[in-house]
């Protein structure tokens, strides 16, 4: 990611930062979902090249908090309908508001990382928000003529699901993403 990316990002961010300070303590993926699930934004997700070299940049920028997740390909990922089977290596920022997620997709097949990444580069994927259920908010969505382009969940200990979905207006623009926690069945 070029260096000027970074410090426009930096900048937004700290902005966003210097807002959120002394308001309420920051979003944990596991807390239950504000009542207006667009009071405050959980994260935003940025698509890089190599995850490594940007963990590193950030920390050279002064990010000290940056946590690696193991690579996943998650499950039931499904990218315009069909199965995603590329990996996906993340790292989040810890300490700023909204969180920063970096990804690296890893694989040659569709997925909205790779995607994105071959028609844009690295920069800013999505705006993440945690909702308590997904299915209204993507009605909400579709009927405003937006369509859920990627879904997919992961493991949140032994009684729960993450999952995710994309959404995105068909002419372009950035990704919504709605988060939400649901009981395994």
């Known amino acids: 990611m070029p ?20 308001t309420d303590p920051p979003a944990a993926a596991q807390e239950e979902p504000r009542m207006d699930p667009y ?16 963990v590193a940049r950030w920390k050279a920028l002064g990010f000290a908090d940056i946590r690696v997740s193991p690579p996943s390909k998650g499950v039931d990922r499904t990218y315009r309908g069909k199965p995603i089977d590329v990996t996906l290596k993340q790292a989040f920022v810890h300490g700023t508001r909204p969180m920063i997620e970096l990804m690296e997709p890893v694989g040659d097949g569709p997925s909205p990382w790779g995607d994105y990444l071959q028609e844009n580069g690295e920069g800013l994927h ?4 945690r909702v308590p259920d997904t299915g209204p908010e993507l009605e909400k969505y579709r009927r405003l003529g937006m369509e859920e382009v ?9 009684s729960h699901w ?3 979905h994309y959404v995105q207006d068909p002419e372009g623009g950035v990704v919504i993403e709605f988060i ?6």
Request: proline share 2%; net charge positive; hydrophobic share 50%.
């Open 3 to 22: 260096t000027r990316t970074i410090v426009a990002l930096v900048a937004a961010f700290g902005l966003g930062v210097a807002a959120g300070r002394g």
């Open 39 to 54: 009071a405050e934004m959980l994260h935003v997700g940025v698509v890089v090249k190599d995850l490594d070299e940007a």
């Open 126 to 129: 999505h705006l993440a928000f």
């Open 150 to 158: 990627a879904s997919g969940k992961w493991a949140e200990g032994d």
């Open 162 to 164: 993450g999952t995710f």
């Open 180 to 185: 939400s926690r649901v009981p395994r069945k």
